[in-house]
């Protein structure tokens, strides 16, 4: 048969007119000359953007190597695609998506693949590699290892469901197209169709297919889960589809459909929830599953490479086998699905995250990960000692966010058993043993302790990365007690000299075993604690050591303020700040106290003497002089850490983030708050922390806020963590733009120049990072030159002399509402959201809230004619808001920590 062009490339279009260029670029620009090999079918699905107007401009350039194909009615990509066939004049065929491209060699090596082994296969697929939002490849790469046919027959678990990263033989797609009745699967319904003619499928490795992932999430594959139709019917127009098609054909579903049924179905099944509200339509979606896996082997779940995630897999397998069910035996506690178990409760850890003494309590919490129901376990403590002999005490129940159970299609299927314990202590006992045991109620009624009702099991325990203790480090010291953990127990007994050699030589010995590129300074570091630790046990005795911290960059914050009015007090407290020496701050606070120099060898001694730890960060990456993402080397110093942590905060917080700010990940013995409404947000169900905790003293750096307006506009935004570490999905976001935009605003720039003002911008910290080797998000940035980029001045200098605040929702605005100064809410877009927030902009914030640019150059300028006066309903909400604004919240909070 004589083909007029090596290739077809078809392309269905609808509003993807930013990307277009690129995909078409892609094509034109292979190494394999355009004008005489390829035919490209461009085929606008009625696009609303200027997706048309760039498939004429390439027609214009390419008459006889584009067609140019424009629907008057929008029927969705198969329906395109299929157009597109009709007017195919290539030997082989692909369907490149209009905001993807293929590497510059790809048509060259397919074309040569495909030659060689034209009669063996009639597809030939490439590897696909993520682009914009995410990097990386595509799990289905495996099958990637060397170029090859591949016979699926011998070798099924080989999926291919991508038509744009497929080549087909031109011939063999005169049989069929694409499918119009499904929305998200129709590429590998014909794909596998096409499949069933000689069971074969050609890869090559030495091309590429860039797939981009949208910054948006908008493309069709993002946005299908979110669909209803995603569940019913995707299950009957794909998966029984084919099933139907292979029994037509064969009398029997080839095990390499099977294996691709594996692989799609456990998207479904990852889903939380089944988003489906009639009753009627959840019968029918698990009848219509039932019947999938009816003609699914085992093999092809159990045994399936490309179901990474093992508890999808587990939930999968019980899907297929049903029948859930407990087995005891051998001293074993299984559950079951019919024969296969899928979770041996005996096999599991107790995870420790915190243990402490805390007034002669000893404070364990900690957490098991299990398929088995929450309602059968209870996690016991049992305490021997000389005095009382035994007793037991049962742990408490807790919730934190970040520990959520994992959901499969609204079912429960992994269980997250957080646990507290809270053991008394006799103050003059001579030992105290305490073992961990976990017990399983048969009959789900935790209170029931029957004998005939319970299992009880003994389980290994290990720490987590928050726990200070470790297997490496595995004693601490605390109100005159040693605690050691040793044969899966905690001993503990009054403290002597002699015990702590003898533990801490023990570690050392572990140490030097371990030979970890850090261990030598490990070992010398503990080994001058070692020496040192009786003089400065007998220091201690009537004094504090206090390290306070900011960002270890910056020292002009919330503990900042405090350390300066805490060195004004004579008492039994020994103060440092730790800080980086590279600047006028290390030297201003040198001025007030003794300043550490982060992460010198001083301050890391000091860190292991510490009794209070007194920061607005209370990240263990920014307070910790140890630690390292590596986590062996933060097992190194466990047990010698044992100061309290209080939180002084850098902002008010606006919204629940118990998800980073938990106890069992953080353990604060202090939250300071500004208002009843915050500390009231610390209350909620996820955080964990005693009502104590949370308290309302007022910020330190508030009692220094000074009011000294010049005419000064401060722009001041925060950061979208949904941005970091990624260049493109950074430079194509809204936010990206809508910055960009404020910051070259003509408008603003005239009007601030009529009035004689100075535009200030203030970036977030995040932007200062490095984005690429040399590249920081501020770099990125278009700023007009008449706009200064605030660098040196401390954020208290900014407040103090700007007279109007624009920003748009960061927390920074209480400092700048705190004195009461003009300030704007500007949000272009809804793209920022504190979860569960009790702070609504529009009811309770001091300013206006305002979307559209020249509602905010209208706001401007009626603050620079009325003096840059905020309005009285605003100065009342101020008033409301903040408990105390006497300038004694330094007292407050200092009187608080040396008191706790």
């Not at 915190?354 to 376990?377: A, R």
């Not at 910051?743 to 490095?770: C, D, M, Q, W």
């Not at 959201?833 to 640019?853: L, N």
């Amino acid at each position: 048969m004589n083909y007029q062009y090596k290739f077809s490339v078809i392309m269905a279009i609808y509003n993807t007119g930013e990307y277009l260029y690129q995909s078409i670029d892609s094509i034109i620009n292979q190494t394999m000359n355009f004008e005489d090999n390829v035919q490209l079918i461009l085929v606008d699905d009625e696009s609303t953007d200027n997706s048309r107007d760039i498939i004429r401009e390439y027609e214009e350039k390419f008459p006889e190597n584009i067609k140019g194909i424009f629907l008057k009615e929008n029927k969705g990509q198969s329906n395109a695609r299929n157009r597109g066939l009709k007017y195919v004049k290539g030997k082989y065929v692909n369907f490149l998506d209009s905001d993807d491209y293929l590497s510059d060699n790809t048509l060259e090596e397919v074309y040569s693949f495909f030659e060689e082994h034209y009669h063996e296969t009639d597809i030939v697929a490439i590897p696909i590699y993520f682009f914009e939002r995410m990097n990386g490849e595509h799990i289905l790469n495996k099958k990637f290892r060397r170029n090859r046919v591949i016979d699926l027959i011998e070798e099924p678990n080989n999926p291919q469901l991508s038509s744009s990263s497929a080549f087909f033989k031109g011939e063999s797609l005169k049989r069929y197209e694409f499918p119009t009745n499904v929305s998200f699967s129709e590429d590998s319904i014909l794909i596998n169709k096409l499949l069933f003619e000689k069971k074969t499928l050609g890869v090559i490795n030495t091309a590429r297919y860039y797939y981009r992932k949208r910054a948006d999430s908008s493309s069709t594959i993002d946005t299908s889960t979110l669909k209803e139709d995603y569940f019913i019917d995707r299950l009957k127009n794909y998966f029984i589809y084919l099933i139907d098609y292979s029994m037509a054909k064969e009398n029997e579903v080839p095990s390499f459909i099977q294996y691709m049924f594996a692989y799609e179905i456990q998207w479904t099944l990852r889903q939380p929830e089944l988003s489906l509200d009639n009753q009627d339509d959840k019968k029918e979606f698990w009848k219509l599953l039932d019947y999938i896996l009816d003609h699914m082997d085992f093999e092809c779940i159990s045994h399936n490479q490309y179901i990474t995630y093992d508890l999808c897999k587990l939930y999968f397998i019980y899907l297929k086998k049903k029948n859930l069910h407990y087995d005891f035996e051998d001293k074993q506690l299984k559950i079951k699905s019919d024969d296969y178990v899928l979770d041996n409760l005996n096999k599991h850890k107790l995870w420790i995250d915190i243990i402490k003494i805390d007034n002669d309590i000893l404070k364990i919490s900690g957490f098991l990960n299990s398929l088995f129901d929450i309602d059968h376990v209870s996690i016991v403590a049992t305490r021997k000692d000389n005095n009382k002999g035994k007793e037991d005490f049962i742990g408490k129940y807790v919730k934190y966010t970040s520990r959520k159970d994992v959901v499969f299609l609204s079912r429960k299927w992994q269980f997250k058993h957080n646990f507290d314990l809270e053991i008394p202590l006799e103050k003059d006992s001579d030992f105290t043993d305490v073992l961990l045991k976990l017990i399983f109620h048969k009959d789900g009624n935790k209170s029931n302790f029957n004998e005939n009702n319970v299992i009880p099991i003994d389980l290994a325990i290990d720490f987590s990365k928050t726990s200070n203790l470790s297997n490496i480090s595995n004693y601490f010291i605390k109100d005159s007690k040693i605690v050691l953990f040793q044969s899966n127990m905690f001993k503990i007994y009054p403290y002597k000299y002699k015990s702590l050699i003898r533990r801490e030589l023990e570690v050392l010995k572990k140490l030097i075993k371990q030979k970890h590129y850090r261990y030598k300074e490990a070992f010398g570091l503990r080994s001058i604690y070692l020496l040192t630790y009786p003089f400065v046990r007998r220091l201690k005795k009537d004094k504090s050591i206090c390290i306070f911290m900011d960002r270890p960059e910056s020292g002009d914050d919330n503990a900042a303020h405090l350390f300066k009015y805490a060195n004004t007090i004579d008492d039994q407290m020994i103060k440092y700040y730790a800080l980086k020496d590279d600047g006028k701050c290390f030297d201003e606070l040198s001025q007030s106290g003794k300043v550490l120099k982060y992460k010198s060898f001083k301050h890391k001694l000091m860190y292991l003497y510490a009794d209070k730890i007194i920061s607005s960060h209370p990240y263990q990456t920014v307070i910790n002089p140890f630690f390292e993402y590596d986590k062996i080397t933060n097992m190194f110093y466990n047990g010698l850490i044992t100061s309290k942590i209080y939180f002084l905060q850098h902002g008010v917080t606006l919204g629940n983030i118990s998800g980073w700010l938990s106890k069992f990940d953080k353990d604060l013995s202090l939250i300071t708050t500004v208002s009843q409404e915050e500390h009231d947000s610390y209350l909620v169900e996820g955080y964990n922390y005693d009502e104590d905790i949370i308290q309302i003293l007022g910020f330190p750096r508030y009692d220094n806020l000074k009011n000294n307006p010049k005419k000064q506009i401060l722009i001041i935004p925060t950061w979208r963590k949904y941005l970091k570490g990624n260049k493109n999905f950074f430079l194509n976001s809204e936010y990206y733009a809508n910055l960009e935009k404020l910051l070259n605003n003509t408008e603003l720039i005239e009007l601030s120049k009529k009035y004689g003002y100075k535009i200030v911008f203030k970036a977030h910290p995040e932007l200062y990072r490095y984005i690429t080797d040399d590249e920081r998000y501020l770099d990125l940035l278009n700023i007009n030159e008449d706009i200064y980029v605030s660098e040196d001045e401390s954020y208290q200098q900014l407040f103090e002399e700007s007279s109007i605040m624009i920003t748009d929702y960061s927390s920074v605005f209480f400092d700048f509402a705190y004195l009461k100064k003009a300030l704007i809410y500007y949000q272009p877009e809804d793209d920022y959201h504190y979860e569960d927030s009790y702070f609504d902009f529009e009811s309770m914030g001091f300013g206006d809230v305002i979307h559209e640019e020249n509602c905010l150059i209208e706001k401007v300028e009626y603050y620079i004619n009325n003096n840059c006066k905020s309005e009285e309903k605003y100065r009342k909400r101020v008033n409301r808001f903040f408990k105390y604004t006497d300038k004694n919240n330094c007292k407050r909070v200092y009187d608080w920590i040396k008191n706790d």
